[in-house]
């Protein structure tokens, strides 16, 4: 089964509010990622955890703040969120990372964020 | 630094034809796995195929085939028998085998369109 599955599908949220998107997968998979996209653009890498610790942070404005609970669970924490903010945020997830292999990522449906 | 590059914006095929989609990379490592993704309007990501560098046999996953020139830093995506279904952005990506910490690298997209 190659799912990752993220809620809510569709998230609006004012400037103030305090918001959390949520990912998991059962692949047994030990590397998660959090991704922004735009419209008609590539996805943008925001973090990577592997083994549940955080591997890469591409100097991603602490306004977001990423969580993992366990091997299977990701969180994105929103809070104070900019109008260009709003994207389509999405999850993968990969058997591994680096020389470990299984390099292929399967990416969840996203997050549609609408910031007001 | 590792770049993708894809030099189609927008492909057009007519439904059962074939069509390829260019893509090219630039790296210093010599391990590392090229990924077709695509991503229909508002759905989800799929992975395509998969190409490891250190294979010289070329991908293949029922009607999608790719052409994986090692030497030029070639990879492209052969759709046959196109389907309206094929409908999407594609997506070329690379990521290195080590060291990389699994920062998948995209092209810019390419939005094919099949004609019925």
């Known amino acids: 089964d190659t799912e990752v599955t993220q809620t809510p599908k569709h998230l609006v949220m004012g400037m103030t509010n305090k918001k959390s998107l949520k990912c998991e997968q059962h692949?047994?998979?030990?590397?998660m990622y959090w991704y922004k996209q735009k419209a008609k653009k590539p996805p943008e890498l925001m973090f990577v955890?592997?083994?549940?610790?955080?591997?890469i942070n591409e100097s991603v404005p602490s306004r977001f703040s990423p969580e993992c609970p366990n091997s299977s669970l990701l969180n994105l924490h929103l809070h104070a969120l900019q109008p260009e903010d709003s994207a389509l945020y999405l999850c993968a997830s990969s058997q591994d990372i680096g020389e470990r292999g299984g390099h292929e990522q399967y990416f969840g449906p996203g997050t549609r964020l609408t910031v007001t | 630094a590792q770049t993708v590059t894809q030099s189609q914006p927008e492909m057009s095929v007519q439904e059962a034809e074939t069509v390829t989609l260019s893509c090219t990379y630039d790296?210093?490592?010599?391990?590392?796995?090229l990924f077709w993704y695509k991503q229909p309007p508002s759905r989800q990501m799929i992975l395509v195929i998969r190409q490891e560098a250190y294979k010289q046999q070329n991908a293949t996953e029922n009607r999608f085939s790719v052409n994986f020139q090692k030497a030029a830093k070639s990879f492209s995506l052969k759709i046959s028998d196109s389907q309206l279904g094929d409908a999407a952005m594609y997506f070329c990506?690379?990521?290195?085998?080590?060291?990389?910490?699994?920062?998948?690298?995209f092209g810019k997209g390419t939005k094919l369109s099949v004609k019925p």
């Open positions: 955890y592997s083994y549940e610790k955080l591997s």
């Open positions: 790296t210093s490592e010599s391990d590392y796995y």
């Open positions: 990506a690379y990521v290195g085998y080590g060291g990389s910490q699994g920062n998948l690298i």
């Open positions: 692949m047994g998979h030990r590397a």
